[in-house]
């Protein structure tokens, strides 16, 4: 069973403070989910219930796995550099990235005492200036930063020195989405114009470009996470056919399979962080979560929100999956169903196998298996005659009907 149980609403009308995006924060130098974690949401300016003033800033909650529970904001800070329009969430939790229309600016996670976000004193020079951002992220180690202009131009930085390693000013008209791979060596990137293309980081030359079909438009893109598939997903919309999410191979960039998941177009995507699962959002504002072995939908939240969804992000252990609505909702969505690890199944079936020794070797070296079988064992057994006793003698029915 799987239902949507919380949910952040920030706006009652077209007044109201905008929510432009939202992020799982994880403690610093936290790996796992629970017993609890912190979200950091962005708003931006209007007007509350009261019609107070509801400055641009950074919100943040916490979310109780246990409780099934998301609670009202526990610290805001204002952002003053104007709306905010994307974050990015360290991967250790050392901070939360802010990008606004034509600057950067970073958040300090401090979680001694009641959670809180405080302005870096990091001035981020290389980051300012670069204008508006339609996507920013982290690698997995947190090592490299990558960003994606409305200007189409791609930038990977080291992090946190922002030395500029790969720099494309024309990698398209606008970026749409970009990822970068679990090793960190490949960058991919989606556009209307270009399809999807590949960059080799270290290199920084192009080493693939993934065209899309005469009616079909790619949209977002994810690489695989498990460390033994090495994947590209890619979503796509074909003309009056839905969403679909294609698969390509690494090694020779070969188109390995497609599915549609969707009946409507797929407007974000997100993956798990062991790379079992990806996450789709779609435009009538449905999520579901797929199993990447058999490409099919594991769970699904039905109308999640009103309008599409506009970002997707696990949590660490993916018990839960975020996500954000464009009519100013963020949700999460709780995925229940146990699942059994190979390790526990071998754990049982092995202790299984010991009880059931166990238990024979007890029943045999009790007095209960003489019993059982009603025939005397060892020592207690008469000694048989040996045959020239009885064949050798006349008289042998006789001697054998002593003996016995």
Request: with cysteine; proline share 4%; charged share 25%.
């Amino acid at each position: 069973m799987s239902r949507r149980v919380s949910y952040l609403r920030s706006t009652r009308n077209e007044e109201e403070a905008a929510l432009t995006c939202a992020a799982w924060a994880p403690r610093p130098a936290s790996d796992r989910d629970g017993p609890s974690s912190l979200l950091v949401f962005a708003r931006g300016s209007g007007k509350d219930g009261n019609n107070s003033d509801v400055l641009n800033g950074l919100h943040v909650a916490e979310y109780d796995f246990d409780k099934d529970n998301l609670s009202d904001t526990i610290c805001a800070v204002n952002t003053e550099d104007g709306i905010p329009l994307r974050i990015a969430v360290h991967p250790k939790g050392d901070g939360v990235l802010c990008s606004f229309s034509n600057s950067f600016k970073l958040f300090d996670i401090q979680t001694v005492g009641s959670a809180r976000l405080k302005a870096s004193d990091s001035q981020l020079s290389p980051l300012q200036g670069i204008g508006m951002q339609n996507c920013i992220t982290f690698d997995r180690d947190g090592l490299l930063l990558a960003t994606g202009g409305k200007d189409g131009h791609v930038r990977v930085f080291q992090w946190p020195s922002l030395v500029l390693i790969l720099d494309e000013p024309k990698a398209s008209k606008s970026i749409q989405d970009l990822d970068i791979s679990l090793d960190s060596a490949y960058l991919a990137a989606t556009s209307e114009d270009k399809g999807c293309r590949v960059w080799e980081i270290t290199t920084v030359k192009v080493v693939a470009d993934l065209i899309p079909g005469k009616e079909e438009k790619f949209s977002y893109c994810r690489f695989s996470r498990d460390g033994k598939l090495p994947f590209l997903f890619v979503s796509s919309t074909e003309s009056k056919k839905g969403g679909a999410v294609g698969v390509w191979d690494l090694s020779d960039w070969s188109k390995v399979g497609y599915k549609k998941l969707s009946a409507f177009p797929i407007s974000s995507l997100a993956v798990t962080r062991d790379g079992k699962y990806i996450g789709i959002g779609n435009s009538k504002g449905d999520v579901a979560v797929v199993n990447v072995k058999s490409m099919a939908v594991y769970r699904r939240f039905g109308s999640a929100h009103v309008a599409p969804v506009t970002a997707l992000e696990f949590s660490k252990q993916r018990r839960a999956l975020l996500s954000v609505g464009a009519e100013s909702t963020a949700h999460v969505n709780v995925i229940e169903k146990w699942e059994w690890k190979d390790w526990q199944l071998y754990s049982i079936v092995l202790i299984l196998i010991l009880f059931s020794a166990l238990l024979f070797w007890l029943f045999f070296e009790s007095t209960m298996s003489d019993d059982f079988w009603q025939f005397p064992m060892g020592r207690s057994q008469p000694a048989h005659p040996p045959p020239e006793a009885i064949w050798g003698n006349p008289n042998w029915e006789n001697a054998a009907g002593k003996e016995l």
